[in-house]
């Protein structure tokens, strides 16, 4: 068969794009060479609806083995007792524990997406929001979580769930007073790690298996594998709660939410991507990764740092993750207007809802940096104050395309001195 040159042309402009640029989109990462090789492989051809040694078809015994790997690793990780790897996204992961603990039309509490939530935390927009009766809590005008109104709705709505986590939020949780909260109301807690998963992984913030019921995360973000999601549990329970699985039984949680996920909301398992995940989670266990994580706090306090320097506000004050969210508004622009003027640059961030944001979003007042991409690629904190330079010249410039054009120049200069995948080529 003839080389489809058109889709691989596409993919070495992709590939180009990312080495020339600076990524500072908070859920973006580069995985390693082994992770992308694992992702192109065979056991994309293979079905494999159930688990391992419980399967609905035949030839499954060496992806029995990718998938227990994948789950072991995973285990180690986290040091938590039971993993589910094959939720094909964090909105998929978070769907199925919908699923396994919730009624259409049941009540539960979670960030407001405008607040930094996210979409699967009950926008009115998702099936979070238009299945079951979602109740918002926010932050408070220092940008900090609002325990206290989280505590009183849980108090007067009496949810049965609570979710914590957040897309936009530079804070580290306070899981405690969370599952003291639904313990007096009797919720049950889903901690959604996505964004800080590999910081919490290296212990580099707070632990919400203590406290938390259930922890969801995707792959991709600081945990740098491949795009996917998963679910775990520290410790398995008999649910107190009674919950039944579809034929009225009442299941341990793990079994539970294995049903969630199949045949509750996924059929076949992509077990590519799950040998990826295997392959990630060999590398976040290394001690090499615990460099990088530490790296990548160090970096988001060196850029938050820069930023302030230079008349930024960012939300709360600063961070103790990977990300900031920055109220453009005392700059005159707008998060669409700032976005699409550092994409022209070759830095690409997302526009970003703030705190009580007076604009739509579409068109929003913030914007939210990231760094575990430029870290991943081997930057310092000395390259996060180039990077807040550069970024600054962009946003007072942001009519001036040729001062626009020539930060492009520099951002090329500056990232061909961090290879990204040197061996890599699609053409
Ligand atoms: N879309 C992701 C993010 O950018 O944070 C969340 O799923």
């Given at each position: 068969m003839q080389k489809d040159t058109l889709v691989f042309s596409l993919l070495q402009k992709e590939l180009e794009r990312q080495r020339n640029g600076i990524e500072l989109i908070a859920s973006e990462n580069f995985a390693s060479l082994q992770?992308?090789?694992?992702?192109?492989?065979?056991p994309t051809n293979k079905y494999a609806e159930g688990y391992p040694s419980k399967r609905y078809y035949g030839g499954c015994e060496v992806i029995d083995e990718l998938e227990n790997l994948a789950i072991e690793r995973l285990k180690k990780v986290f040091n938590c007792s039971w993993a589910n790897v094959q939720p094909h996204s964090g909105a998929s992961a978070n769907a199925a524990v919908f699923l396994a603990v919730m009624k259409p039309g049941d009540k539960f509490l979670g960030?407001?997406?405008?607040?930094?939530?996210?979409?699967?935390?009950?926008?009115?927009?998702n099936f979070s929001g238009k299945i079951y009766q979602a109740i918002h809590y926010g932050v408070t005008q220092d940008g900090i979580i609002n325990y206290k109104e989280l505590e009183e709705k849980a108090f007067t709505e009496k949810p049965k769930m609570i979710i914590c986590g957040a897309s936009a939020y530079s804070r580290d949780w306070d899981y405690k007073r969370i599952r003291e909260i639904a313990?007096?109301?009797?919720?049950?807690?889903?901690?959604?790690?996505?964004?800080?998963?590999?910081?919490?992984?290296?212990?580099?913030?707070?632990?919400?298996?203590?406290?938390?019921?259930?922890?969801?995360?995707?792959?991709?973000?600081?945990?740098?594998?491949?795009?996917?999601?998963?679910?775990?549990?520290?410790?398995?329970f008999e649910n107190k709660w009674g919950i039944k699985d579809p034929k009225g039984n009442i299941r341990t949680m793990s079994q539970l939410l294995d049903l969630a996920v199949f045949p509750g909301t996924q059929g076949g398992p992509l077990e590519h991507i799950i040998a990826a995940k295997a392959?990630?989670?060999?590398?976040?266990?290394?001690?090499?990764?615990?460099?990088?994580?530490?790296?990548?706090?160090?970096?988001?306090?060196a850029m938050a740092r820069a930023l302030t320097k230079r008349g930024?506000?960012?939300?709360?004050g600063g961070t103790d993750n990977h990300?900031?969210?920055?109220?453009?508004?005392?700059?005159?622009?707008?998060?669409?207007?700032?976005?699409?003027?550092?994409d022209k640059a070759g830095i690409t961030v997302n526009r970003n809802a703030v705190p009580f944001d007076d604009k739509s979003p579409f068109i929003t007042s913030g914007m939210r940096l990231g760094v575990p991409a430029v870290t991943t690629r081997g930057m310092r904190e000395e390259d996060m104050e180039t990077i807040a330079e550069l970024i600054d010249?962009?946003?007072?410039?942001?009519?001036?395309?040729?001062?626009?054009?020539?930060?492009?120049?520099?951002?090329?200069?500056?990232?061909?001195?961090?290879?990204?995948?040197?061996?890599?080529?699609?053409?």
């Open positions: 992770v992308l090789q694992a992702m192109g492989t065979v960030l407001d997406l405008s607040m930094g939530g996210h979409l699967t935390h009950g926008s009115p927009a313990d007096a109301v009797g919720a049950i807690v889903l901690a959604d790690i996505a964004h800080p998963a590999g910081l919490i992984a290296k212990g580099l913030l707070n632990d919400p298996f203590e406290y938390c019921h259930i922890v969801t995360s995707t792959t991709h973000k600081t945990l740098r594998g491949p795009r996917g999601g998963i679910i775990m549990l520290r410790h398995d392959v990630a989670f060999g590398e976040i266990l290394s001690d090499e990764f615990m460099l990088y994580a530490k790296q990548i706090v160090a970096n988001a306090q930024y506000q960012i939300i709360s990300l900031m969210l920055i109220d453009l508004r005392n700059k005159g622009l707008t998060g669409k207007k700032a976005q699409e003027t550092l010249t962009v946003i007072n410039n942001i009519d001036n395309p040729q001062a626009v054009e020539s930060v492009k120049t520099e951002v090329q200069n500056l990232m061909s001195r961090f290879p990204l995948y040197p061996e890599l080529t699609y053409e």
